[in-house]
């Protein structure tokens, strides 16, 4: 099966910009998709297809994915970002695969 | 406005059946997947299988096929899951979530806990 691998945690001060990888086996042939969980709430979509951002989501969050690393960046980072961040694939064996999600620590 | 609305928390035993709900409306219940996530500490999210309530069809992780049942009834806009064994190791929060038209999850519901014990 499909295996997505991110860092537990990224430590960011604020105003500083966060990098979140997702590694997989040749991901950047891949639609890669973003969710930010905050303690006690649902996952909420922030970045999909790559790089799209839904309606609401602010333009600090933008998406790369290429070789076998999607990275999801959190520009100009606030307190409010702090929170769980996991990826997300639609594998070809018809399976949908999450990362094993980071956590975002404003300093 | 899309709003996916589960029910509330259970609390129950080994080897008991179960049904959990997720109420869909604001948009056509019928042209979207519906999928299931599981969500426990030690593994974080895992998709457990997704329903398209146009047709039944019916996917399942090979993780989670016949362990649970997905199904949906159009007539009130409701997709469900089911247990009809559970096991101390289902103890999780459940989601609902719209698939969009490609692969994305972008609307969930607030999550359905489910605690089994002895």
């Known amino acids: 099966s499909y295996v997505l691998t991110q860092p537990p945690s990224v430590s960011v001060a604020p105003g500083q910009t966060a990098r979140i990888t997702c590694g997989g086996n040749k991901i950047g042939s891949k639609s890669v998709h973003w969710y930010q969980q905050k303690p006690g709430q649902a996952p909420v979509l922030v970045v999909y297809d790559d790089s799209d951002r839904p309606s609401g989501i602010p333009e600090r969050f933008s998406g790369s994915n290429s070789g076998n690393t999607a990275t999801l960046t959190i520009s100009r980072v606030e307190a409010g970002d702090e929170a769980d961040y996991f990826c997300q694939v639609w594998d070809s064996s018809g399976d949908h695969v999450f990362g094993t999600g980071t956590k975002v620590t404003v300093l | 406005e899309v709003q996916l609305v589960q029910s509330g928390a259970e609390v129950k035993k080994p080897g008991e059946s179960l049904k959990i709900s997720c109420k869909n409306s604001g948009y056509s219940f019928t042209t979207y997947w519906i999928g299931w996530v599981r969500q426990t500490p030690g593994k974080g999210l895992e998709w457990m299988g997704s329903?398209?309530?146009?047709?039944?069809?019916?996917r399942y992780s090979p993780s989670f096929q016949g362990q649970v049942a997905i199904s949906a009834d159009k007539s009130i806009t409701t997709a469900y899951l089911q247990w009809s064994n559970l096991k101390a190791s289902d103890t999780a929060m459940y989601y609902c979530a719209r698939q969009t038209g490609g692969t994305a999850f972008d609307y969930w519901g607030q999550g359905t806990l489910v605690t089994v014990s002895s």
């Open positions: 329903i398209y309530p146009g047709d039944s069809d019916t």
